[in-house]
């Protein structure tokens, strides 16, 4: 019996054949040309030249460093293009204060630092307010059936996920750091290179979507974020593994975290993890995996949460975790046979079929005595529905809808 | 209308039809001792009365203009629970009225699959017994075909009868070991879980051994849970996804109510029969017990994890 932590319902999916998922290799990708989100402001010209690390724009607050080094080619509707010379020419290092807590949160808002899971949240922000905050927890659970880039990176680079993890620790105020994967093996591997440090590693179950922030901390911690409340409030910061890596990388080089590992997988030829520059275009790491089966969708994130994009116009960002190839069954909506399937496996303990007939039916009211805003979006009501209904689009339409109605109240 | 999910596009495979079509193969051993202990006409009576369930349900659908839904086969199911729970002497034109009384007032006019509260099958049952209780009411021995009781008010029937069917009754009520395996087949195939039917006849037995005879601790336990419908009750009626709670806890609670309810109908009822009234009467509290039962919300405490700040080590 494996000594693992659990929470609330939840599923056990299984997992997909093996030739739809990538092994721990890491593919270094060198794209001829990157794209980049400049949204707010650009501070380079066409034709000039970058390195890795140069301030080329500003986008939604945050500095953007140029990923590779070469030429810029074009600027047009917010996006910096910048061909590749693959000679990787670095800009200066930035300087930085290690001695503080203060000094590192400087420097995560410097280099941009942003959650490296899937959502991107400034890390910056997130650390902003290390008050009460007794434990980070890493996130290396990776719960999503067909991304394995965070196994890539622990199995590989356990030492830099460590350096990380103490080094977020520490930007939490000195927080009690975890690391916390579901696979024995990167237990195994993260307690090997541990030199003494003051960490723990702790083994979490596989069900799904263990890799939640909420669902994290109620695992490890015994305690739940209160509603409407954030995991500060339980004393914890969860980070990715991913950020991790990339902040301890960044406190050794002075460079900005322009690099992410990332998961192709699915339908395409050979599957595989990629380490690729931020920018780099879903299609060109697609056609690296010798590409994807006809007739199949590509999608960002995982096959439960994330959402089908077209490749020639998606970009690699620090917050891309994968891109996925599958060809999903085609679903009949029928009605509800109220098994009670989905109410059993809802992680929140909210009941999405009640959820979902009151938003049909636009009952505000009713969402708020059945707590829609709760619902995580994680797809297992709709995962297990009978009856194909859209329960995982109309749970989060409804927490949408109470968001919006809260931030119009106060 | 098929097309690719919008989100999620990870689904389990199992959809409505297929769990339909699982109950209508538990249901397949219980109408093969049918035709067994009482002939053929129990054959020619199941298909008819899933054909008149499936007709009603598409003439309904295409007169209020909505979606034909017969593929779902939660329509056939119903045809054969009914005519399953009734006693082979039946007239036909009591088995259709009941059919098309169960689709029609027990399911469609409350929308539709998943929407009813009361088990379709139960309310043409219902219907029956109360308006032609005479037709109904006259179970039928397998032997020589002689109008006879059921063990219920008969009393005196051998364990190994009771288990393999040979005595009266409903046409696939009275064969426990072989409502025993199809249910052990829903089990199995994760369709349905033992709450409900444990918490009825659990109940059921207890207060039966009890309470059934004037003397206290005297009541004949196992005759009570084999003798009648109780187990095809608890099995498939009990079961139902859309007249019983979706919680786990609902489930045993309505199971429990269903169980008690039974007895004192048996006991101090008018019938000797009580498992139908006393499911449709559970039936009638389910969204009350299911509210009740509500799982609790994450973030509003009582998860059962401990307060704040225990860290695992």
């Given at each position: ?410 | ?121 139960l309310?043409?049952?219902g219907?029956?017994l ?131 309810l039974t007895?004192?109908i048996?006991?101090?009822g008018?019938t000797?029969?009580g498992v139908c009234f006393a499911i449709l009467t ?32």
């Open positions: 019996m494996e000594n693992t932590v659990d929470f609330r319902a939840g599923i056990m999916l299984p997992r997909p054949p093996s030739e739809l998922l990538a092994d721990t290799t890491i593919i270094q990708a060198q794209p001829p040309q990157v794209s980049l989100s400049s949204s707010d402001a650009v501070s380079v010209e066409v034709g000039e030249r970058v390195q890795i690390g140069t301030v080329i724009g500003y986008d939604r607050g945050l500095t953007v460093y140029s990923s590779v080094s070469g030429t810029v080619k074009s600027i047009e509707k917010g996006r910096i293009v910048i061909d590749n010379d693959c000679r990787n020419d670095t800009a200066p290092p930035l300087e930085y204060d290690r001695t503080s807590s203060g000094g590192l949160r400087d420097y995560m808002r410097k280099i941009s630092l942003v959650g490296m899971g899937g959502a991107g949240f400034p890390t910056a922000k997130k650390y902003e307010n290390s008050r009460g905050i007794r434990f980070l927890l890493v996130n290396g659970c990776e719960c999503e059936p067909h991304l394995s880039c965070d196994r890539a990176l622990i199995s590989n680079l356990p030492r830099k996920v460590i350096r990380g993890a103490l080094a977020l620790a520490e930007a939490a105020g000195g927080a009690s750091p975890f690391i916390c994967v579901k696979h024995r093996s990167l237990l195994e591997t993260l307690k090997n290179a541990c030199a003494g440090e003051n960490i723990r590693i702790v083994q979490v179950s596989k069900k799904f979507p263990q890799g939640s922030e909420k669902q994290l901390i109620a695992s490890v911690l015994r305690c739940e974020v209160p509603r409407f409340r954030l995991p500060r409030d339980c004393g914890a910061i969860v980070s990715n593994c991913a950020t991790a890596a990339a902040f301890a990388e960044s406190l050794d080089t002075g460079l900005p975290p322009v690099r992410r590992i990332v998961t192709v997988a699915g339908s395409v030829g050979q599957c595989a993890n990629i380490l690729t520059p931020c920018g780099t275009a879903a299609q060109y790491l697609i056609d690296l995996c010798k590409g994807a089966l006809p007739g199949s969708v590509i999608i960002e994130g995982g096959a439960m949460t994330g959402r089908v994009i077209d490749p020639n116009s998606t970009f690699v960002s620090l917050s891309t975790t994968g891109f996925i190839a599958l060809t999903p069954g085609e679903i009949n909506e029928s009605s509800c046979i109220h098994c009670g399937g989905c109410a059993r496996v809802c992680p929140s303990g909210i009941v999405p079929y009640k959820i979902d007939g009151a938003q049909r039916a636009g009952d505000t009211k009713e969402l708020m005595r059945l707590c829609a805003d709760a619902c995580i979006s994680c797809g297992c009501c709709s995962y297990i529905c009978p009856a194909k209904r859209e329960l995982t689009t109309h749970t989060t339409e409804a927490r949408r809808i109470l968001a919006a109605q809260r931030e119009a109240r106060q | 209308m098929k097309r690719i999910p919008k989100n999620v596009f990870l689904r389990r495979d199992t959809g409505t039809g297929d769990i339909m079509l699982w109950v209508l193969l538990a249901l397949c051993p219980s109408l093969v001792s049918a035709v067994w202990y009482f002939g053929f006409r129990a054959l020619w009576l199941s298909f008819l009365s899933v054909l008149v369930c499936v007709v009603s349900e598409a003439l309904w659908e295409i007169i209020t203009r909505r979606s034909i839904t017969i593929t779902d086969l939660s329509a056939a199911v119903t045809g054969l629970l009914l005519s399953l729970s009734l006693p082979v002497t039946v007239p036909v034109w009591a088995l259709v009225f009941a059919d098309v009384t169960a689709i029609i007032i027990g399911k469609q006019i409350f929308g539709g699959v998943g929407q009813n509260i009361f088990n379709p099958a309310v043409g049952r219907v029956l109360v308006g032609a209780a005479a037709d109904v009411i006259s179970f039928t021995s397998p032997y020589d075909g002689m109008t006879t009781a059921t063990p219920l008010t008969e009393g005196e029937v051998s364990l190994s009868a009771l288990l393999s069917g040979s005595h009266g009754g409903s046409m696939g009520e009275t064969s426990a070991i072989l409502l025993i395996f199809g249910f052990g087949l829903l089990y199995c195939r994760g369709i349905v879980k033992l709450n409900a039917p444990l918490g009825m006849l659990g109940t059921l037995a207890f207060l039966t051994l009890l309470f059934g005879e004037e003397k206290f601790l005297t009541g004949d336990a196992v005759g009570a849970v084999l003798g009648g419908g109780a187990l095809f009750g608890a099995f498939f009626m009990a079961t139902d996804y859309s007249s019983t709670p979706a919680t786990n806890t609902g489930r045993t609670i309505f199971g429990i109510g269903a169980g008690a007895f004192v048996r006991r101090w008018g000797a029969e559970m039936n009638f509290f389910s969204p009350l017990i299911e509210e009740l039962t509500a799982p609790k919300v994450y973030g509003t405490g009582g998860n059962g994890y401990e307060r704040k700040y225990k860290a695992v080590s």
